[in-house]
């Protein structure tokens, strides 16, 4: 069977006002939403009533009814008392008798007429208490509340059955025990309340409340208009009417509630509820029974329609009684009470104690540190969390019900502290751009240094008329000139169209001497003015470190080049006047003028050769 009390999940908004308004603190934030933890709920469907998202519904057992109608037993409908202060917009009440009756109902009760049953039930038990004090059990969450909570008053619960299992006994042991049974109530916690009568002549197949009846009508187009006048089934109820209202129970019995004769207390609402049953718990003194609704009268139980109209609804409810009373026959429901007086109204309590262990001062007093709570000072207490202090949230911390998220000042100081955070990351944010733009603009200058400093060397390069080439470690090329290029024939130079500079080229597929570069990257050790010959023609080739076995340099000459040839012509004649002259000088001591003559002879010879080169060219 579903839980009695469901959180629709995506509706809820974590307002945290289901938790304050919780009695039993069956609530707790999980997985961004609030969950109803189902075997510490009373069912009282506070929760239900205060959640403005309307997040939160009761089990709906509409389906559950409608099956009822299909079976071959007849199905009758018992009403709580309250539905007089629902359906004030009918007209008449023999009209919603009706209608009752179009929604397929065989027979349709009053559980007024239980109500005083159960009066008259506990008049005689509290005459004979013999000094105990009782609470009324009447009211489902009251019952669920002191079971779970209170189980050491478990003792002190009055074992008479709520009036509408008095009602299904009576309609039962007047219509045949095979009748089916649906009671409609303000109550939500009735609903599983009910499921702890299993005996056939206190059982109760489904339970609705005044608000889904309201949505029957509407899905069968039930209206005021559309039936006839209807009255409810035998046996009526008297001053039984006057339940939802508080001291209604007594009044069935004549029970006035004089202050200085009863033995009676009555109360209505959650905090008096909360309140009285402490007091009874823990003072001795009070030598009173409590008669105990946990709503403010089950006019304003959670199975009504929405609406705070709490003396209307009790004026609804007087005036119906007040109307009842002046044709009720008194002489048959004396017959009808002294008929059914002795059915068995008896019930017993079973302890389901579902309070969590307590946790240590110290616990408590660590979690209070945690989230900055300390000093007294800082316990505000302000209910915001759902609990009365400070403390009582730390121990429903301990004992997982709770997180820090959800105290008020914490989550301010948090987010304050995160605000904080979140500036000082955006004033660092900041200064990162500021410092980011800079660099990159200095990143730009720099580049656009380098790429004018590039084109310059290239440009001085290109001015050479050796070759020059440059290799990293790998042997592939990292700038060459054009020199270079034209050097290396044809396929070098559409290689340069599409990389300039023969950029990444293997050194080895455009040098037979390649080892050369291999060898001064491996050695450090430089080579200065080989000539080697290639393809007809003779190189003169120098290679040296630039960065140490990462980069060497090469310097090609052409010597067969005319312009080569001319430089190398003039250099080497130059150098041989050079050792010439050395000679000359250790043998001129010998050979006089000899010595002259060959100096001029080597002059004329060199400017025939420059004479010669001008005409060539």
């Given at each position: 069977?579903a839980?009695?009390?469901?959180?629709e999940?995506d509706?809820?908004?974590?307002?945290?006002?289901c938790?304050?308004?919780c009695?039993a603190?069956?609530?707790k934030?999980?997985d961004?939403?609030a969950?109803?933890?189902?075997n510490?709920?009373?069912?009282?469907?506070?929760c239900?009533?205060?959640c403005a998202?309307?997040?939160i519904?009761?089990?709906?057992?509409?389906?559950?009814?409608?099956?009822l109608?299909?079976g071959e037993?007849k199905?009758?409908?018992i009403?709580d008392?309250?539905?007089?202060?629902?359906?004030n917009?009918?007209?008449?009440?023999?009209?919603?008798?009706?209608m009752?009756?179009?929604?397929?109902f065989?027979?349709?009760?009053?559980v007024?007429f239980g109500v005083?049953?159960?009066?008259h039930?506990y008049k005689?038990?509290?005459?004979?208490s013999h000094?105990k004090?009782?609470?009324t059990?009447?009211?489902?969450p009251v019952?669920?509340?002191v079971?779970?909570?209170?189980?050491?008053?478990v003792?002190?619960?009055?074992p008479?059955v709520?009036?509408?299992?008095a009602?299904?006994?009576?309609?039962?042991?007047k219509?045949g025990?095979?009748l089916?049974?649906?009671y409609?109530?303000a109550?939500?916690?009735?609903?599983?309340?009910?499921?702890?009568?299993?005996g056939?002549?206190g059982?109760?197949e489904?339970v609705?409340?005044?608000?889904?009846?309201?949505?029957m009508f509407?899905?069968?187009?039930?209206t005021e208009s559309?039936?006839?006048f209807?009255e409810f089934?035998?046996?009526?109820?008297r001053?039984?009417?006057?339940?939802?209202?508080n001291n209604?129970l007594?009044?069935a019995?004549d029970?006035?509630?004089d202050?200085?004769?009863?033995?009676?207390?009555?109360?209505?609402?959650r905090?008096?509820f909360?309140q009285?049953i402490?007091?009874?718990?823990?003072d001795?003194?009070?030598?009173?029974?409590l008669d105990?609704?946990?709503?403010e009268?089950?006019?304003?139980g959670?199975?009504m329609?929405?609406?705070d109209?709490?003396f209307?609804?009790?004026?609804?409810?007087?005036?119906?009684?007040?109307?009842?009373?002046?044709g009720i026959?008194s002489?048959?429901?004396?017959r009808d009470?002294?008929?059914?007086?002795n059915?068995?109204l008896s019930?017993?309590?079973?302890?389901?104690?579902?309070?969590?262990?307590?946790p240590?001062?110290e616990?408590?007093n660590?979690?209070?540190h945690d989230?900055?709570?300390s000093?007294?000072e800082?316990?505000?207490g302000?209910?915001?969390c759902?609990?009365?202090s400070?403390?009582?949230?730390?121990?429903?911390y301990?004992?997982g019900?709770t997180?820090?998220?959800?105290?008020?000042?914490?989550?301010?100081?948090?987010?304050?502290?995160y605000?904080n955070?979140?500036?000082?990351a955006?004033?660092?944010l900041?200064?990162?751009?500021?410092?980011?733009?800079?660099s990159e603009?200095k990143a730009r200058?720099?580049?656009l240094?380098?790429?004018e400093?590039a084109?310059t060397?290239?440009?001085?390069?290109?001015?050479?008329r050796a070759?020059?080439?440059?290799?990293?470690s790998n042997?592939n090329i990292i700038?060459?000139?054009?020199?270079?290029?034209?050097?290396?024939?044809?396929d070098?130079?559409?290689l340069?169209?599409?990389i300039?500079?023969l950029?990444?080229?293997?050194?080895?597929?455009?040098?037979p001497?390649?080892?050369?570069?291999n060898?001064?990257l491996?050695?450090?050790?430089?080579?200065?003015n080989r000539?080697t010959?290639?393809?007809?023609?003779i190189l003169n080739?120098?290679?040296?470190?630039?960065k140490k076995?990462?980069?060497v340099?090469g310097?090609?000459?052409?010597?067969t080049?005319?312009?080569v040839?001319?430089?190398e012509?003039?250099?080497?004649?130059?150098?041989?006047?050079h050792d010439?002259?050395?000679?000359?000088?250790?043998?001129?001591?010998?050979?006089?003028?000899?010595a002259?003559?060959?100096?001029?002879?080597?002059?004329?010879?060199?400017?025939a050769?420059k004479?010669?080169?001008?005409?060539?060219?």
């Amino acid at each position: 069977m579903a839980q009695l009390i469901e959180v629709e999940k995506d509706k809820c908004n974590l307002s945290f006002t289901c938790i304050r308004a919780c009695p039993a603190k069956a609530i707790k934030i999980a997985d961004g939403y609030a969950n109803i933890i189902s075997n510490k709920c009373i069912g009282c469907g506070n929760c239900v009533m205060v959640c403005a998202q309307n997040a939160i519904d009761f089990r709906n057992e509409i389906d559950r009814v409608q099956s009822l109608f299909q079976g071959e037993s007849k199905v009758a409908a018992i009403c709580d008392p309250a539905i007089s202060g629902e359906f004030n917009d009918i007209s008449d009440y023999r009209k919603f008798v009706a209608m009752i009756r179009a929604l397929g109902f065989d027979l349709v009760a009053e559980v007024a007429f239980g109500v005083d049953l159960v009066a008259h039930k506990y008049k005689e038990f509290l005459e004979h208490s013999h000094g105990k004090y009782y609470l009324t059990t009447h009211c489902p969450p009251v019952r669920s509340f002191v079971e779970k909570y209170r189980p050491h008053l478990v003792e002190n619960l009055a074992p008479i059955v709520p009036p509408f299992i008095a009602m299904s006994k009576v309609m039962r042991k007047k219509y045949g025990d095979d009748l089916k049974v649906v009671y409609i109530t303000a109550c939500v916690s009735a609903k599983d309340d009910a499921r702890s009568f299993s005996g056939n002549s206190g059982k109760i197949e489904a339970v609705v409340t005044f608000k889904e009846l309201r949505t029957m009508f509407n899905q069968a187009s039930i209206t005021e208009s559309s039936v006839e006048f209807s009255e409810f089934d035998p046996p009526v109820g008297r001053k039984g009417g006057l339940y939802p209202i508080n001291n209604g129970l007594w009044q069935a019995v004549d029970m006035q509630q004089d202050l200085l004769e009863s033995s009676v207390i009555s109360t209505d609402g959650r905090n008096n509820f909360l309140q009285s049953i402490k007091e009874f718990s823990e003072d001795s003194s009070l030598n009173q029974h409590l008669d105990l609704y946990y709503c403010e009268g089950c006019s304003m139980g959670p199975g009504m329609s929405p609406g705070d109209k709490k003396f209307l609804r009790q004026s609804n409810i007087i005036s119906y009684v007040e109307k009842r009373l002046k044709g009720i026959d008194s002489k048959q429901w004396e017959r009808d009470i002294e008929e059914f007086k002795n059915i068995d109204l008896s019930r017993t309590f079973k302890v389901t104690d579902r309070r969590l262990p307590k946790p240590t001062e110290e616990e408590v007093n660590r979690v209070l540190h945690d989230m900055g709570k300390s000093k007294i000072e800082d316990q505000l207490g302000c209910g915001a969390c759902g609990y009365p202090s400070c403390k009582e949230f730390a121990v429903a911390y301990c004992q997982g019900l709770t997180n820090f998220e959800m105290c008020y000042s914490y989550s301010i100081k948090s987010l304050h502290t995160y605000i904080n955070k979140v500036h000082a990351a955006n004033e660092n944010l900041k200064n990162t751009k500021e410092a980011l733009k800079e660099s990159e603009e200095k990143a730009r200058k720099e580049e656009l240094a380098a790429r004018e400093a590039a084109e310059t060397i290239t440009a001085m390069l290109n001015k050479i008329r050796a070759g020059v080439v440059m290799v990293d470690s790998n042997l592939n090329i990292i700038e060459s000139n054009l020199s270079f290029v034209n050097m290396m024939g044809d396929d070098a130079k559409q290689l340069n169209d599409v990389i300039p500079g023969l950029r990444g080229a293997d050194i080895n597929t455009l040098l037979p001497f390649g080892k050369l570069f291999n060898t001064v990257l491996q050695t450090g050790q430089e080579i200065i003015n080989r000539d080697t010959t290639v393809d007809e023609k003779i190189l003169n080739v120098s290679v040296f470190t630039i960065k140490k076995h990462q980069i060497v340099g090469g310097i090609i000459r052409d010597l067969t080049a005319p312009e080569v040839r001319r430089e190398e012509v003039i250099n080497r004649a130059r150098s041989v006047i050079h050792d010439n002259l050395q000679t000359v000088q250790q043998i001129a001591f010998l050979l006089g003028e000899s010595a002259s003559k060959t100096e001029k002879v080597l002059n004329s010879i060199i400017e025939a050769q420059k004479i010669g080169e001008s005409h060539e060219s």
